[in-house]
């Protein structure tokens, strides 16, 4: 189908429009409201997937790349706010986190003149990673160190990975990379 006649998928629409209401609730420190808006969210970015699948026409990669950046921005600022002892704790993991993420997004745009939208299978393990740290940090109170560690690993994995793939591939079909596995076994092989 082509893209023009894409629609927004709803999951990924009810996922932005979820953002401000999400912000309401961590201006006013209603952390458990915030953890479980966030389960929401996090629920309708994994079922989104399966419903462009069902109909092709939710099929926008791009749109869904939007709602999950804004999504993470929001989270970690929610985090600055409601939880500033994991910033002074882990300040260096954090600070290497945040600049692979930046060079990556920096690299793509700068490489093909737009900011990256692929959908990574390290960046879906990462995702559910902190999603799972975030919802128990908002809805506890407090904060688990080895899911922390977890959350935040995995999430540098995946700004890596992106960046790997950046500066390797002279072109990206962002609905079709999911890896750099293959890259690297076409290399390996003596084919790439």
């Given at each position: ?20 209401v ?58 600055a ?47 559910l ?15 688990n ?48």
């Amino acid at each position: 189908m082509s893209s023009s006649r894409r629609i927004p998928n709803p999951l990924t629409v009810f996922r932005l429009l979820a953002i401000p209401v999400l912000w309401v609730f961590a201006v006013l420190n209603w952390q458990t409201a915030l953890g479980l808006g966030l389960m929401l969210a996090a629920l309708s970015d994994a079922f989104d997937g399966s419903l462009a699948k069902k109909y092709p026409q939710f099929t926008n990669g791009k749109f869904d790349s939007l709602a999950d950046k804004l999504l993470t921005l929001s989270v970690a600022l929610w985090l600055a706010m409601l939880k500033p002892q994991l910033f002074v704790e882990h300040a260096l993991i954090l600070f290497v986190a945040a600049l692979a993420y930046f060079v990556s997004l920096f690299v793509g745009w700068r490489k093909f003149g737009r900011v990256s939208t692929l959908h990574l299978h390290s960046g879906k393990w990462g995702g559910l990673t902190q999603a799972v740290f975030v919802l128990h940090a908002f809805l506890s109170g407090g904060y688990n160190a080895v899911l922390f560690y977890i959350a935040v690993g995995s999430f540098i994995v995946s700004s890596l990975e992106e960046l790997a793939i950046q500066l390797t591939h002279s072109e990206i079909d962002d609905e079709q990379v999911r890896s750099i596995g293959p890259y690297l076994w076409r290399r390996l092989i003596g084919r790439g």
